[in-house]
């Protein structure tokens, strides 16, 4: 009951096979079981041919399947395994005098680190912030447009991965709110959060079995005290959204407020319920976040006073405690920056926020037990205007966007110190803002 889609890959852990498992009656027997199986039957596939394993679905039965008797008849999400040639898709700024079209893909050698030849995987407007879902096989863009459909506001939308790089509209939806600057599905495939930046809102919308995104089913509206910086600080203007490892809280960034927002997630409903709020320092300007794999920590980019907020976090109730505030300048740097992106290392060792004025990214060691981070270089972008990036599956790359230069910069990251070397390899991308890999193809 495997059908097997090959391309050229490369193996790093049996045991992400059998996320494939998740949903299904499976004891820890027969997973242990599976995992010899599928790890027998990949090595003799491995020895057997130079294309290998890419990823595999539930379709169909297969003479040569691993996965044994007892588990036919279940439903199996899509898995996915790092390939040597991962997608990656960019977003962009499309504005009437720019040469931005939509949204750009191409191949990263994971040997190399070297990118092919973007190419247009979809006409679509303003496509500022990307996101998968938890399938692999559909991905969600933002339009950060004034209108849609001839009404106020912006949209999301959704798109089916097509063969190669093509991305075949779903649908969109109208988010009520306009300048919608973020979004994310959440873990069980039936709700899609987002936020209006310039309308101060957190929407929700039901997501179908195959993808598409519903009409809007909540939309919340954030108040409260603004901070002093009177020019980017004029009303709530909520970031980005992020949700908690086990799928029960979503936490907002409002850059205006000074606030991270927490909500109670409820994807049977498609509803937010509020769970509690917390403030960073005044005039500091939250922009985005992430929460470690354990749950018990979130770091916070600050966009206007350049600074990484660390949080501990209750998983039971949601609530952030203040643990740490560093810089991500260099104490000499007099001139205007303010931070886009942040990023946790997949071994959770390592993290790294970008400036945009300064054009760097900073690298920080992590300590998982206390989530304290300690600073250990600051490198060039490579570009200006670093609005975005995203580390490979594997870690072993770092992709980042340069708007304001129009390129792609792949960084070799360290293993051991998390460190970036620049590896040559570039791309060229108008007004590229947002990377973010895909393991489908």
Known sequence: MLEMYYADVSMRRVEDITEALWGTRVSPSTVSELNQKIAGQIEAWRNASPTRLSRCAVER?????????????????????????????????????????????????????????????????????????????????????????????????????????????????????????????????????????????????????????????????????????????????????????????AYVCDLALDKVFAYRLDPAAVSLTPAGESATEPGAGPRHSKISDDGRFLYVINELNSTI?????????????????????????????????IRIHPNGRFVYGSNRGHDSIAVYARDSARGTLAFLESISSGGKHPRNFALSPDGAWLVCANRDSDNLVVFRVDPATGCLTPTGHTAAVPQAVCVLFATGG
């Open 309 to 341: 907020s660390v949080y501990a976090r209750d998983p039971a109730r949601g609530m952030l405690m203040p643990v740490q505030t560093v810089p991500t300048l260099p104490a000499d740097f007099a001139r205007a920056n303010i931070c886009a992106e």
């Open 61 to 249: 039965p297969c003479q040569d399947s691993p996965f044994p008797n007892e588990l036919r008849g279940h439903h199996l999400n899509f898995m996915h395994l790092p390939i040597t040639s991962p997608f990656i898709f960019v977003g962009t700024c499309t504005p009437k005098d720019g040469a931005a079209r939509g949204i750009y893909a191409m191949r990263l050698d994971s040997g190399t680190g070297q990118l092919d030849k973007p190419e247009l995987a979809a006409a679509t407007p303003n496509p500022t912030f990307l996101a998968l879902h938890p399938n692999g096989r559909v991905l969600y863009a933002v339009s950060e447009a004034g209108t849609v459909n001839g009404k106020p506001g912006g949209a999301a939308r959704a798109f089916r991965l097509d063969t190669g790089a093509a991305l075949i509209p779903l649908n969109l939806e109208a988010t009520g709110g306009p300048g919608v600057t973020h979004l994310v599905p959440d873990a069980t495939s039936r709700m899609l959060v987002s936020v209006s930046y310039s309308g101060g809102q957190v929407i929700s919308f039901p997501l179908a079995v195959d993808g598409r995104i519903g009409p809007c089913a909540s939309l919340l509206a954030l108040a409260g005290a603004l901070g002093p910086m009177t020019k980017r600080q004029d009303r709530p203007h909520p970031h980005s959204v992020t949700l908690s490892p086990d799928n029960r809280f």
